[in-house]
């Protein structure tokens, strides 16, 4: 299995994020026409989407990749930064202080 830079968490967390949004507008836009039975279905999706979430992070954490914890419970997506940006950014830190 192919170990994943902090940049692809990034990728999956905001996926997750967007996936779970649009879930939750599901779940509004169902709810009251359809049957409590079958909108359950997605209140469970959105319970193991949660769970993958959860996991995932656990395995982000496990792999050193990142101890970011806004990857999969920030409120907004996160912007991808490439190597060079992060180097300014080092440098601009290093800098102030």
Not at 14 to 43: C, W, Y
Not at 48 to 65: I, P, S, V
Not at 80 to 97: G, Y
């Amino acid at each position: 299995m192919k170990r994943a830079n902090e940049n692809e968490w990034i990728k999956i967390g905001n996926q997750t994020k967007e996936a779970r949004k649009e879930l939750f507008k599901l779940l509004d836009v169902s709810s009251g026409k359809m049957p409590k039975t079958i909108v359950r279905h997605i209140s469970k999706s959105i319970e193991y989407l949660d769970k993958y979430r959860t996991n995932a992070e656990a395995r982000m954490f496990e792999t050193n990749a990142s101890d970011n914890l806004d990857i999969f419970y920030g409120q907004e997506k996160i912007p991808i930064i490439d190597d060079d940006q992060k180097k300014q950014v080092k440098k601009c830190d290093d800098e102030r202080w």
